[in-house]
């Protein structure tokens, strides 16, 4: 049943890949912003509360021995948001947000009548590992999304098929600014999981794709020399923001702990809209007549646990029971994809 559902794991297109996704003018405006308006969290501290829900959200897996630490998951991958709920946060950037050919774009893409712009985020980071596991990211439902239900939730959710009834049709334009010469190339698996991955290679600045990402696994591959990809002292509360006079730092609480030049930076810029393929599915989803709740989503998956005979206490906090988010990993998690691409070699960089 896992091999079925791993299989339905596809965009409803290959990715299409851009060039200069945005002018010279906007770039400057959009990292403007970050230097302007930092320090920033890493993207675990934006998004989860205990190891399990990032588990849980990617293609990892518990150890045999049970123990899960923040350890194997800290990567210097730091985030923000431009704009949520259809609000863009900074008005100099409006236009990169309310961009009229990305919502042609995402169109054409998916085959809809109808898109809405949605979120705009970035991730920046200096040297560091790969990306994580490859993971899908969080969709919404109707009714449900980041700001009302947890990622892990939503992604657990995705990987059940239990409600593709409610998941949204949604459509990104993701743009990288990397110069560095190593590394920092976008791998992602079109074809499924089980099949092998494609990659946009870096250095890649200005390039981009149209894609569907809840439905593709994806991940960054390594950036940067391997020395410094872990600065000493690393941890879930680290922060990304300008230096004093140029580039870029890490500070964990008052101490920073990495100087990063600017040729070294990996910036990405996710925009976000959703689908509608006529005007029936819009009015559904503004008239809110058919919207899932948490309560009814984990009840949906409680029920579908006792269908395959899982033995479990219900719990009394579903969101915040570590056991039942185990539970939940085991029974739907996909597993990693299978083949990978080699991992970036300093010696042959381009």
């Given at each position: 049943m896992k091999a079925d559902l791993a299989d339905r794991f596809r965009p409803v297109a290959e990715p299409q890949i851009l060039d200069n996704v945005y002018s010279d003018d906007q770039y400057q405006r959009l990292i403007g912003v970050v230097?302007?308006?930092?320090?920033?969290?890493?993207?675990?501290?934006?998004?989860?509360?205990?190891?399990?829900?990032?588990?849980a959200t990617s293609s990892g897996e518990i150890p045999e021995d049970g123990t899960l630490t923040w350890e194997p998951f800290?990567?210097?991958?730091?985030?923000?948001?431009?704009?949520?709920?259809?609000?863009?946060?900074?008005?100099?950037?409006?236009?990169?947000?309310?961009n009229p050919a990305f919502l042609?774009?995402?169109r054409a893409y998916y085959g809809a009548k109808y898109a809405q712009p949605e979120?705009?985020?970035?991730?920046?980071?200096?040297?560091?590992?790969?990306?994580?596991?490859?993971?899908?990211?969080?969709?919404?439902?109707?009714g449900l999304n980041l700001d009302s239900a947890p990622v892990w939730l939503l992604n657990i959710m995705a990987k059940s098929g239990l409600f593709k009834r409610w998941q949204a049709k949604k459509a990104q334009v993701i743009a990288w600014y990397y110069r560095?010469?190593?590394?920092?190339?976008?791998?992602?698996?079109?074809?499924?999981?089980?099949?092998?991955?494609?990659?946009?290679?870096?250095?890649?600045?200005?390039k981009g794709v149209v894609v569907e990402n809840e439905m593709m696994y994806h991940t960054a591959e390594?950036?940067?020399?391997s020395a410094l990809r872990r600065p000493e002292g690393l941890a879930y509360e680290s922060r990304i923001g300008a230096g004093a006079k140029s580039g870029w730092q890490i500070s964990t609480g008052e101490q920073v702990i990495q100087q990063i030049p600017d040729e070294e930076i990996r910036f990405l810029v996710h925009w976000g809209a959703q689908l509608f393929m006529d005007y029936d599915e819009l009015k559904v989803s503004m008239d809110h007549s058919d919207d899932l709740t948490v309560e009814r989503a984990i009840g949906m998956l409680i029920a579908d646990l006792r269908s395959r005979g899982e033995a479990f206490e219900e719990p009394s906090d579903p969101l915040n029971d570590r056991a039942?988010?185990?539970?939940?990993?085991?029974?739907?998690?996909?597993?990693?994809?299978?083949?990978?691409p080699p991992e970036p070699i300093e010696e042959l960089a381009a």
């Open positions: 230097r302007d308006h930092g320090p920033w969290p890493m993207i675990l501290a934006h998004h989860f509360k205990t190891p399990e829900e990032v588990v800290l990567n210097p991958v730091f985030r923000g948001y431009l704009a949520r709920g259809g609000v863009c946060l900074y008005p100099e950037i409006e236009d990169c947000y309310t042609d774009k995402a979120s705009m985020l970035f991730n920046i980071s200096g040297p560091c590992g790969g990306g994580g596991s490859p993971h899908v990211d969080g969709t919404r439902f109707r560095g010469k190593v590394g920092g190339s976008f791998t992602y698996w079109p074809d499924g999981p089980r099949n092998a991955p494609k990659q946009l290679k870096a250095p890649m600045w200005g390594a950036n940067g020399p039942f988010v185990r539970l939940l990993i085991r029974v739907y998690d996909l597993g990693k994809p299978v083949i990978f």
